[in-house]
């Protein structure tokens, strides 16, 4: 029990640098111009047009690293950094995010389940910290473990979407690359440095992954060790 609690804590330092890591990637490749001199948000229109999406609209949101598409209404939004910058790490966002548009109107299975997810999700989301922590009280007091059975479970469920996440994350900015590459909307130096970007922004997907598994087997430890007692 006590490998996998430091297991949990080695995995939130590494999610920790690797956030930082990727902030310091942005701020570098934001500082980079693109020859073509595109904006984020033409660069979206333009990938969108090349893939035949006409259905897809492009906003500007608030905030830093906010960029995401939502395949409810049909949106790429991106931050306004990304929607007005003209640098490398706004092309790579752009384009990322309109790979998850393209994801979608091609009907990408991974896509599809992680988003039929999403409404199981919120719910767990909203009973699982009242079970975990409500659960371990009673464990520790009573032996019962329902309550933290239950808290696990969802858990359990929260662990998998971010696991279904990953090929998502590494899908849509393989699409991004291979679309600004073929069609030449970067240089080589430009897509080095937007795949390096996305790289890092992968990155952090699969050290929250890792995180949430080390917790996951952290709480089951805590039912197997009070189960054996």
Avoid at 131 to 160: D, E, K, Q
Wanted: hydrophobic share 50%; with cysteine.
């Amino acid at each position: 029990m006590i490998v996998i609690f430091v297991i949990t804590l080695v995995f939130a330092g590494i999610g920790m640098l690797v956030q930082s890591r990727l902030k310091s990637k942005f701020k570098q490749y934001s500082e980079i111009g693109l020859r073509n001199g595109l904006s984020g948000k033409e660069i979206a229109e333009k990938m969108l047009r090349d893939n035949n999406i006409f259905d897809v609209r492009i906003l500007s949101v608030e905030g830093q690293l906010t960029d995401h598409y939502n395949p409810s209404d049909k949106t790429v939004n991106l931050s306004p950094d990304v929607y007005q910058g003209r640098s490398v790490s706004a092309a790579a966002v752009a384009a990322h995010e309109c790979g998850h548009a393209v994801q979608h109107a091609v009907a990408y299975s991974m896509l599809g389940f992680r988003s039929a997810m999403v409404p199981v999700l919120n719910i767990a989301n909203n009973f699982m910290p009242i079970a975990l922590s409500v659960g371990m009280m009673i464990l520790y007091s009573t032996g019962n473990r329902l309550v933290l059975m239950v808290g696990v479970v969802l858990f359990a469920l929260a662990t998998l979407f971010s696991f279904v996440t990953l090929p998502v994350e590494f899908d849509a900015s393989n699409r991004a690359l291979a679309w600004m590459e073929s069609k030449n909307i970067v240089t080589q130096q430009e897509h080095d440095g937007a795949k390096d970007a996305l790289w890092w922004a992968a990155m952090t997907y699969v050290a929250a992954a890792m995180g949430m598994l080390a917790q996951l087997l952290y709480y089951v430890s805590l039912l197997s060790g009070r189960k054996n007692n």
